[in-house]
């Protein structure tokens, strides 16, 4: 018995005229009439006893019918989750993150992601981006989201976004009450700081000492929310990504726009090895538009 045999014993059956029977599988009528020969003919018994036009079903059309149904519903099954795979409603995704993204931004964006795929599904784990790094290059992972440099010598990739940094300041700052807080408005504040392993500490570095500004840096964290958690603490002030003054929830910091803008870049990249899952285009766009949505065209260089 062949597959296409037994769709059209199922059409008929549903339908008992060959007229119906071809329009829901969309052939001729004749060729239906042929497939439900040739399965007859295969099964050595009569499916069908055809009077005035009509097909009647035999007792034995009817006991196929229970086993037929079965199956084809499995193939059925398998169909549609074909055609959700190759429309990219279904699949599964393995993405890496660094905690900037991964604490708030990301669960915002994959939430969204997946409101209209709800047979996709997504693993995210928050690494640093040394690790993502090795995570993508080791093909251990789909896709890795960093705050990296595209200069710096990876697989396949691509710029995100770039966003400028931004000044965080405690609720009740003498600075709160500026529209945009400029590098001399530091001078002599307190100032929670990344380690000078990340490239934005160079960057923030190399711009104060260009103003001739010193501020008495006490604190470091490599986790931009836990700076912005000791700027609520009042530990001092800080320049941030944009990503994190965006999901910050505490209600003690209040972001400034800070000017001349220092941009951050934060990176796709993705293996070289290996197929993509044809899910990934269409997740890495969405990030993206979701990124600039949330973020705003203010906070963006031209991308």
């Keep these: 018995m062949k597959l296409r045999q037994l769709e059209a014993f199922r059409a008929v059956m549903l339908h008992q005229t060959v007229t119906l029977a071809s329009e829901m599988l969309h052939i001729s009528q004749p060729a239906t009439t042929r497939l439900i020969a040739d399965l007859e003919r295969s099964l050595k018994f009569t499916l069908f006893e055809r009077v005035k036009g009509r097909l009647y079903p035999t007792v ?3 006991a196929l019918y229970e086993e037929v149904q079965r199956s084809l519903v499995g193939v059925d099954r398998i169909a549609r989750a074909a055609d959700e795979i190759r429309n ?3 699949g599964t995704l393995h993405v890496a993150a660094a905690p900037a993204l991964a604490l708030s931004f990301m669960p915002h964006a994959i939430a969204d992601y997946l409101k209209t795929r709800p047979e996709a599904h997504v693993s995210m784990v928050m690494h640093s981006t040394r690790s993502i790094v090795d995570m993508v290059m080791g093909q251990r992972c789909d896709v890795g989201f960093a705050r990296l440099s595209l200069s710096h010598p990876t697989a396949n990739a691509s710029r995100l976004v770039s966003a400028k940094m931004i000044c965080a300041l405690p609720a009740g ?7 945009v807080v400029g590098p001399s408005d530091l001078e002599g ?11 934005a500490r160079l960057q923030i570095d190399a711009l104060l000492a260009s103003h ?9 964290s490599q986790i931009s929310y836990a700076i912005c958690s000791f700027v609520e ?18 209600t003690g910091v209040v972001f400034k726009r800070f000017e001349p803008a220092i941009f951050t870049d934060t990176s796709v990249l ?3 090895q290996r197929p993509a899952p044809l899910l990934l285009n269409s997740f890495v766009e969405h990030v993206r538009a979701f990124a600039r949505e949330k973020l705003g065209d203010g906070n963006l260089a031209g991308v």
């Design 60 to 62: 034995e059309a009817r």
């Design 88 to 90: 990219m409603q279904r």
């Design 173 to 179: 700052h003498r600075l709160c009450g500026h529209d």
């Design 189 to 199: 504040e307190r100032f929670v700081a990344h380690p000078r392993s990340v490239e």
């Design 212 to 220: 001739g500004v010193e501020v008495k840096m006490q604190m470091e």
């Design 233 to 250: 603490a009042g530990a001092g002030v800080a320049l941030i990504d944009a990503f994190s003054a965006w999901s910050y929830r505490g």
């Design 270 to 272: 993705t293996p070289s």
